[in-house]
C-alpha cells in the first residue's frame, strides 16, 4: 500500500490509513491530545507546498481517482474549476434547471416565459411580468440558458427572433 509510509514519529507508529464515507483516505493523529482524521491528499499537497491550503481553494485529484495521492496527481484550484474538471472527466453530472442550486426560476416559469416570447413579447413586457432582470429573460430567448427546455415537442420549431434594444423616447 502507497500509505504505508505515513509515520508517526509521535508515536513511533506507521498510520493506518482508511476510507472515509465521502471516499478519501483519510488517517488518525492526535494534536494536543485531540484526535483529528487528516485526508491525505490534503496532507500531501501541505506538505508539498510547505503551507496550508489556500482559503476558498481544494485540491483536485488530476486523474480523478480519490486513492492516487501522488503528488503529481493533485493539484490547488477553486471550487468552480473542480466542479469543472469533474463534469469534464464525467464523474460529476452538470446540475441544470431547476436543479442547479442558483436557480430562482422553475422550469413551468420558463415554458411560460418561452411561451410568451413565442408570442412577440418583448424583454421588458416579460421581465416585468415575472418580476425578473431583463438580462435572464434575453439569455432564455437567445438560447443562453434553459438549453433543455427547448428540446420539448412543443418549442421544437422555436426560432430565436433578436429584438431590438427597448428606449423609451419622451
Known sequence: NEFDDIYSHITNKYLKPSEHNSVYIVFQVRDGGKRK??????FVMECYLGREIKKNMVINHIDGNKYNNSINNLEEITYS???RHAIKLGLKKPCKGE??????????IVREIIRD????LSNTEIANKFR?????TSLIRNKKRWQHIFLE??????????????TSIP
Open 37 to 42: 482524521q487528516l485526508r491525505v491528499h490534503r
Open 153 to 166: 415537442e412543443e418549442f421544437k420549431d422555436y426560432k430565436i427572433i433578436k429584438v431590438l434594444k427597448e
Open 99 to 108: 436543479s442547479n442550486g442558483m436557480s430562482y426560476l422553475t422550469e413551468d
Open 81 to 83: 474549476e473542480n466542479t
Open 132 to 136: 425578473i432582470d431583463e438580462k435572464h
Open 117 to 120: 416570447i413565442m408570442l412577440g
